[in-house]
Each structure stands twice: as C-alpha cells, then as structure tokens.
C-alpha cells in the first residue's frame, strides 16, 4: 500500500513515498527533492552470527547517469567503481546512523541509496540521508532514530536551509548537519573564514529546521512501518565481569606509559595473560567474550582519569598542545615539502605544480568540470606500526583528504592570479591521533613552501569529549586511544581569522550547545598556538619558485588567431614545442599557458607566438628569409606563416633581368611592406630599405 509524506523543506518541496518500489525489502522509500529523486532501501539479516564482534553496518551511495540524461563514458557503458563522490557521501549517512544503533546489536544491516533522477541545483545528499533514516525507521531493526540532515549556506549574515547549487556558489558557508530529536550527531562543513559564533550558529539552525523532516518521518513510519524485530542485548556476565576487573591495577599502569608502541605491547600483554589464565579447559568463555570484556575495562580506566582530573594518557592537561617540530623544504627535487611532527603523529606533506594540461577531469551527474586542486592522503600500514595490503585509496583515506582539502580551499588563490594546477599528497608517516589535521598544517606549509600565494597559513585540531553524568571534560589534540574510546571527535581547521572547515562525529546523546561552543574555543586556542609554531619556521609564502617548478607565462591572443598557432593539424604549435621545449595550453578565449622549468625556453615560446599572432604594418622593416623564388619575383616569410612578395623591379635600384642573379631560397633580407590588399596579400619591396640606408 503506498503512504507518502509530502514537507516543504527551505525553498524545496520534499516527498518521502513507500509500498511502491523494492516492497522486498525491509525498508525502502523513494524521496523526491525538487525533482532530484533517489530510492533507498534498508535490509538487515534475522540471525545473530556466533563469535563476531562488530556491528556490520554497510551505506553504499551510488548515481546512476540515466538519472541526468547521460551515457557512461567508457569501453563497457555501464557505471564502475564508485566515485569519489559516491564514496564521500556513502560516508556522510554512515556516520549519523552508526551510533544509533544498540550497543551489543551485532547483525548485517545494509542500507543502498541510489539516485534515480537528478535536478542539477538540488545535491542528492541529503535526500538521500532523509531516504535512509525513513527506511531504517520503516523496517523494524532497532534503529534509536529517525535523523534528519540538513545543508546550511550563509550569506549577507543570514543562514540558507538547504541552499541550491548556485546559490552555494554565493554562500560563505557549505555546512551538511545530522541529528535525532535531540541531539546532533554529525557535522561536516568548509567555510571562509567564519567566527565559531557564526559555525555554532549554523549547527544549531540547522538541527532547529531539520525536526519538519523528522516528525514527518516519524509519523510515515508509525502508519507503514514493519513490527520491531525480536532482539535483545546479550546479558553481561557477572563473573567474567568480576575475573576481567582483577588486571584493573595493573592495566592502570600501563596506561601511564606515554609511548605509544610500548603502551601498546604491555596492554596486548596483560590481554594475553587474561586470555590464557581465563580460557581453560571447560571454560565457557572464549577470546572473543574475553576480549570485550578487556576492552569496556579500559575505556573505564581511561575515561575515569579524565574526568577525575588526572592527567591524560601522556600526562598533558586537558588543553595543551603535544609538542610540535617542523621542517620545510626537506625534499630537494620538488616543488614544496613539508614534515610537520606533532607528538606521535607526523604528515609528510608534497606539492606539485602543474599547467592547466594537468587539472583533473570530473565526469559528475550535473556535468563535467576540471578540478585545478587535488589533494591526495595515503596512510600505510607502517604509520601505525602494522603490515597490511597497499591498493586503492579506502573510505577513510579519501575522507581525510577531503577534510585537509576543506580546510585549505578557502585560502587558494584564484588560477586567473596563479594560473598553476596543484596537487598536495600527505603521506602519513606516523600516527597516533588527528592526522588528517596534521595534513591540514603540512598541506599549508608546503604550499608556501612551493610559493604559492596563499592568503594565510591554515592549521587543525582535533578536539575530543569524555562525558559523564557528573560532568564532562573537552580534550584537546586527542591521541588515538582517546578518539577510540571517547564520545567525540571534534575537528576544526582555519586560519587566524576564523574557521576553515568543521568536522564532528558524536558516539553519544547529549551534546548541548554548551559542550560545542566550549569545544570551538578550546580548538581556536590550540589551532592558534599550532599557528604561531608554524609562523616560527614559515609566515608566508616564498617569493622565489623551486627551480624545478614550471614557469608559467599567460598571454591574450586574438581568438580569431588561435588556427594560425595551431597550424594545419597542430603543426605550428607542436613545432614551437619541439624548439623550446614548453608546453603550451590554448583556451577558447584566446587565453594561452605557457609552461617551462627553463625561463627562458618560455620567452622564446612567447615571442614566436606572438610573431605568429601580430599585425603586418605598413611602411614597417622586416627581416624575413626568402621561401621560394618566382620569374616576377621572390617570396619572403617575415612572420611566421605570413609570406609576402618582392616584384623584380623592387629587388635593387639596377635592373634585374633574373631573380636568381640576386637571391636564393634560404637568404636572410630586410624588406619594406609596401601594402597589404582586402586579400591579405602583401606587397614588399628591398629597394626601398636600400634607399633608406
């Protein structure tokens, strides 16, 4: 039977529809956002599986070409791997619904959003988190929702819900905010340098408007949704409890232990033991029931040190910075390098500049754009002390470079002012905690150490949350024992004159506008000291280029002119790259690129071109090289492509009964243009530059 609901949400119309389409599933519901429409369906497994310890939560977001009226590129015609689009927004509805699930719940729950139809001013992300939290809500797993999601612009001081393309175009804010009834769950957000009042602003308008979305959700589910499936959480054990609660004393100890490998060995240690003395012979429990029992014992000791005042893991307070060291320049033969160490966590940061040539090419449902920034984050296994596969970049590695990109876009100089494609690689070197804000501070200084003009150096933090029922503690700079085991990652990029980029994901209810705002100040303390570290080895970018990075040297040309620099199948242009060496980029508007690492191949390249472009002038001296000889005179290129003709009488003063008495193909001549007709054709004379003479 179908059951649709039907809001207005910000400038759009929204409908959420279910009981026509994928009736199979658990839950499915098609929503409709201004004309963008995508299905999403929500199936989960009725077994619980023995011996796992996980939740297996799988969000795959995915665009299908038909839904823009396109044809997939390609050899096989049908969509691929997904792109990084797909993958970011999978990401975007996993972090909001993952915590709303029941801790113990450990079945397979799949949730698959596609786009069926797409409007090119209306992003399918957030249909498509309002279409997952309606099908989980329908489907009967115990899902502690609905959420809503909302997009927030800001301009001219005033907050936009659900801002079109083009008007994001104009916003001074992107902000996508996630959240149940009563509390925010997710935030992710770039900015150009906004105050925190102003980001906090957002969070909370955002969660305010999104409750239209929520309440109509909760009342589609009460009337179509499936009955709540038969589950309960595993009871605890009380005497494995009681057995794992003995290596208390001892754990503590280890947990004072600052070093994080060495930590790490002695807590695998005291796991070991417990394992081995508690799994015996006729033992019901296993490794695996031990194992989690281990684990809420140190999310305990770690969490109740915290919020009993005791000094952190590696004895800081709750704001201080870990100790910051930085070298730029460190890789000679590139263009820009930075390693920017922070504690255990340590980026090696890459730029290369390229021309236009080298922007990458976004085959996207609302067009095909080039993208004139990359930036690229890898994190192998050695950064954490592990073996493990080397492939494809994964989920996180294209969402922490997503986050580094954020945080910097705001500061990048327009490509009319640096017309330099660029693209930044973080190799992560060593982790433990916040490297994609390691990556931010590395991506900022070693674009300055590329020279590029940036408009002010970008630094990160990430901020962290132990909550209690007697109170609660921000952390800053969080190691990764503290992210794994607190109630908060809280992550915050920008500049000395605001925020750059937002990023939160909440493990738990009850995150006030109280804890936010403490943890935005908090972060603007840290993100301004880690600033004035930086500011010690690089405040600005250098005014000097690598010498191996390009040169780049932009012209205007008349676009009526562009074929004559080509040439007939390129060869003009390809025989000026041959001879200098550049690389030379033409754009439609007569815009023309030209890139060298030798300076001077690029003035060469230049002259020619602009030899090739210019006006022949009347009564103007041309040095020119005869190209062929003729009964009634001589041909003479004095621009290249531009050929002119000396009539006989014009050669010399004295009469001149053979042409090939006086010239040969091949000579170097100074000549006169004497006309130049409605046909083009121009008319040169030598005995004139002689008389002048």
């Not at 006309?675 to 008319?683: M, T």
Request: charged share 25%; glycine share 10%.
């Amino acid at each position: 039977m179908k059951v649709s609901r039907k809001f207005k949400y910000g400038a759009h119309d929204v409908t959420i529809e279910t009981g026509t389409v994928a009736r199979q599933a658990d839950g499915a519901v098609m929503v409709n956002m201004a004309d963008t429409v995508v299905l999403v369906t929500a199936v989960g497994d009725n077994k619980d599986v023995a011996g796992r310890d996980f939740f297996p939560l799988t969000v795959n977001y995915q665009e299908k070409t038909y839904a823009a009226g396109k044809i997939p590129g390609g050899f096989f015609k049908r969509e691929g791997r997904p792109s990084e689009k797909e993958t970011l927004t999978s990401r975007l509805i996993d972090r909001p619904i993952r915590p709303l699930f029941p801790e113990g719940f450990q079945r397979e729950v799949q949730v698959i959003a596609t786009v069926l139809s797409m409007n090119p001013e209306i992003d399918p992300d957030i249909p498509a988190m309002l279409g997952a939290s309606a099908a989980l809500s329908l489907s009967g797993l115990p899902f502690l929702g609905p959420i809503g999601g909302a997009r927030v612009g800001y301009k001219d001081g005033q907050y936009i819900l659900n801002p079109t393309r083009t008007q994001l175009q104009e916003s001074s804010l992107d902000l996508v905010v996630a959240g149940t009834k009563d509390a925010v769950l997710m935030v992710e957000s770039s900015a150009k340098e906004l105050s925190e009042e102003v980001m906090l602003g957002a969070v909370m308008f955002g969660h305010e408007q999104m409750q239209t979305a929520i309440n109509e959700i909760k009342s589609l589910a009460a009337e179509a949704g499936q009955p709540k499936i038969t589950w309960a959480p595993p009871v605890a054990d009380a005497a494995l409890t009681a057995a794992v609660t003995t290596v208390i004393p001892t754990l503590t100890e280890a947990y004072g232990i600052a070093e994080k490998q060495q930590r790490y060995a002695r807590v695998a240690e005291l796991k070991q033991q417990l394992v081995a003395s508690l799994v015996t012979e006729g033992s019901t429990w296993t490794a695996a029931h031990i194992e989690a029992a281990f684990k809420k014992v140190e999310k305990k000791i770690v969490r109740g040190r915290i919020v009993a005042g005791k000094p952190r893991i590696d004895g800081r307070d709750t704001r201080t910075v870990r100790p910051i060291s930085i070298q730029v320049g460190v890789l000679p033969r590139t263009h820009g390098s930075a390693l920017f160490t922070r504690g255990e966590t340590q980026a090696l940061v890459v730029t290369t500049l390229g021309t236009g040539r080298d922007a990458q090419i976004i085959d996207a449902l609302e067009g095909e754009r080039k993208d004139p920034f990359m930036l690229h984050y890898n994190f192998p296994p050695y950064s954490v002390g592990e073996t493990g596969f080397i492939g494809s970049p994964k989920r996180r590695e294209i969402g922490h470079g997503r986050l580094a990109r954020r945080g910097v876009e705001a500061v990048m100089p327009d490509m009319e002012k640096f017309p330099y494609v660029i693209r930044v690689v973080s190799e992560i070197t060593e982790s433990n905690g916040s490297s994609s804000m390691a990556s931010v501070c590395g991506t900022s200084l070693s674009l300055m150490d590329a020279g590029v003009p940036t408009k002010a150096p970008v630094a990160g933090v990430a901020m962290g949350l132990i909550k209690e029922q007697d109170g609660f503690e921000v952390l800053t700079d969080i190691l990764g024992d503290e992210d794994h085991l607190g109630d908060m990652d809280f992550k915050v990029a920008g500049t000395t004159g605001g925020v750059t980029a937002l990023q939160m994901d909440i493990k738990i209810f009850g995150i006030t506008r109280e804890i936010m705002q403490k943890a935005l100040a908090q972060a603007r303390d840290g993100r301004l000291h880690i600033l004035g570290e930086m500011g010690k080895v690089l405040k600005a970018p250098r005014e000097k280029m690598s010498d191996w990075a390009p040169t780049i040297i932009t012209m205007k040309i008349d676009p009526e002119k562009i074929r004559e620099v080509i040439g007939k199948g390129g060869a003009v242009i390809r025989g000026i790259t041959e001879e200098t060496g550049a690389t030379i980029d033409i754009e439609n508007d007569g815009t023309v690129k030209i890139a060298s690492v030798d300076g001077a191949a690029g003035r060469k390249a230049k002259e020619r071109i602009e030899l090739i472009t210019a006006d022949v002038e009347v009564g103007r001296i041309y040095e020119g090289k005869v190209v062929r000889l003729m009964d009634f005179g001589a041909f003479v290129a004095i621009l290249p492509g531009r050929d002119g003709l000396v009539h006989i009488s014009q050669i010399s003063n004295d009469r001149v009964e053979r042409v090939s008495d006086k010239l040969k193909e091949g000579d170097v001549v100074k000549v006169k243009v004497l006309e130049v007709d409605r046909q083009g054709r121009i008319r040169l004379s030598m005995r004139d530059v002689n008389e002048a003479a």
